[in-house]
Nanobody
Framework: QVQLVESGGGLVQAGDSLRLSCAAS????????MGWFRQAPGKERELVAR??????TYYVDSVKGRFTISRDNAKTVYLQMNSLKPADTAVYYC?????????????????WGQGTQVTVSS
């Protein structure tokens, strides 16, 4: 089993920055990739960014150039969010996948954190 704990959400104004952190514990050697998903009210959960064990990254088009996913070891992943917009308001979830390859569906991620709220006011 893998446990994920997120931190770093909050209420900010448009144009501000936030950094989310996700700490993994347990059987972390089984993790191939970690990602950040978000879900806004009334919308489906979407993959925002993903980073693989080898460091390869993926970003959804709406955050390219503003968000950066990184990792400092095999157990901690960050999402640096700059130039935040009201449209970025959502609950952000950290997730981990044991599947090889670029996976963008939440069905491909077997482990999830509890979520952290990010609210961007205009």
């Amino acid at each position: 089993q893998v446990q994920l704990v997120e931190s770093g959400g909050g209420l900010v104004q448009a144009g501000d920055s936030l950094r989310l952190s996700c700490a993994a514990s347990g059987r972390t050697l089984s993790i191939y990739a970690m990602g950040w998903f978000r879900q806004a009210p009334g919308k489906e959960r979407e993959l925002v960014a993903r980073i693989s064990r080898s460091g390869g990254t993926y970003y959804v088009d709406s955050v390219k150039g503003r968000f950066t996913i990184s990792r400092d070891n095999a157990k901690t992943v960050y999402l640096q969010m700059n130039s935040l917009k009201p449209a970025d308001t959502a609950v952000y979830y950290c997730a981990a996948s044991e599947l090889i390859g670029i996976k963008v569906s939440d069905a491909d991620y077997g482990y999830w954190g509890q979520g952290t709220q990010v609210t961007v006011s205009s």
